[in-house]
Every structure is written in C-alpha cells, then in structure tokens.
T-cell receptor
C-alpha cells in the first residue's frame, strides 16, 4: 500500500543547513508536499513539487525529488531558531488524499 | 484573504456524546478535506468533499460523518464519542478536488478531548 517514511528527529546548529529526508511508495503520486507544524498549531504549507520536476527552490527552501528512488528532501539554508518545528512530508496518493509521514522534529542547537 | 477557519478551537466532551466541528475554507476553494491527528496514529485522512459531494472516505467507522454546504463550508460530526477520538481535527481546503488541486491549505485545527 501507499506509505511515506521519514526520520523522527534531526538536530542541527543554528546557521547550518538542515536536510530532512522522506521516502514514499506510490509511483503515481502527482504532488509531494512539505508542511511545518509548530507546537499547538495547524499545518503550514511550506512548499510542494510536481512529480515531473526534480528540484524547486523558494528562498531558503530547496526541494529535491528523485523519482526513480522515490526520495524527497527538504533543505533549509541558514537554519534559524524559528525553524524549530515538526516537518511533515506528504504525497498525494492515487485516491487524491494526502498520505503522511510521521514527521521529523527539527531541533536547533545554539 | 482569510485562511481556513475552524471552530471551535478547543472542546471537551464526555464519552457517548456527539460533537460537530465546523470548517470554512478559503474563499473560492471548493474542496474540503478532514484529517485526524493523534500522537499514536499520526495524520489520517477522514474524508474529502467537493461541491457538496463526498468524493473520498478514509478508513474510519461510521460514527464519523461529514457534509459540505453550498457555500463550501463543511462540518464533521462524531457520534458516540470514545476516549480514542481525542485528537486534533484538521480541515484542509483547495481550489479543486483531484490532481489539479495542488495547493492545499490547513486550518489551525479543533482540539477535541474526550473524558
């Protein structure tokens, strides 16, 4: 069945780049998404990539998609304390619903 | 432009009661989806509505139901509440249903606690 996997934690130093990885199983996915969730809040859409693209850049965010390996990554340049949150990867499955990863908690060290 | 609005934001209910949650999508958006988020199960799809019709349904019991009105506002209802229904319920809106609905925005969620 459809499945999305991501590491549960990532710890980086302030100012460094953060790279959050995600793998998915549904090769028919049309869109892949990155959402950010801060404590007690809803989901904030960070960026998305269409499946026929391999890269998308938006200010400090870079999304890389390796469709052959079904691997998606989110790079956050110059990581700041305000980037502390849980980051969710999601694919739009064959039934158009979003299939979610478990979320990666990004921890920023001073 | 207002975002996705969910009400109420927090509520406490007793086992056996029922609850109705409301979602107003972004103006112009016609597709509304609902998701349940719990620490144990993560984010799970409940259902999706488009033009007042349920297009997709997740793997939840019949106690979970929803509807969409002509103005695209949506409600979800959970009857005979169980302790395990305690969760954050998130509503998402997008312009269209299906593969053309690429930007999906979420509300702040409704925190339901069942005691």
């Amino acid at each position: 069945g459809e499945d999305v996997e991501q590491s549960l934690f990532l710890s980086v130093r302030e100012g460094d780049s953060s790279v959050i990885n995600c793998t998915y199983t549904d090769s028919s996915s049309t869109y892949l998404y990155w959402y950010k969730q801060e404590p007690g809040a809803g989901l904030q859409l960070l960026t998305y990539i269409f499946s026929n693209m391999d890269m998308k850049q938006d200010q400090r965010l870079t999304v890389l998609l390796n469709k052959k390996d079904k691997h998606l990554s989110l790079r956050i340049a110059d990581t700041q304390t305000g980037d502390s949150a849980i980051y969710f990867c999601a694919e739009r499955g064959s039934n158009y619903q979003l299939i979610w990863g478990a979320g990666t908690k990004l921890i920023i060290k001073p | 432009k207002a975002g996705v609005t969910q009400t109420p934001r927090y509520l406490i209910k007793t086992r056996g009661q029922q609850v109705t949650l409301s979602c107003s999508p972004i103006s112009g958006h016609r597709s509304v989806s609902w998701y349940q988020q719990t620490p144990g199960q993560g984010l799970q799809f409940l259902f999706e509505y488009f033009s007042e019709t349920q297009r997709n349904k997740g793997n939840f019991p019949g106690r979970f139901s929803g509807r969409q009105f002509s103005n695209s506002r949506s409600e979800m209802n959970v009857s005979t509440l169980e302790l395990g229904d305690s969760a954050l319920y998130l509503c998402a809106s997008s312009l269209e249903a299906g593969s053309s609905g690429n930007t999906i925005y979420f509300g702040e969620g409704s925190w339901l606690t069942v005691v």
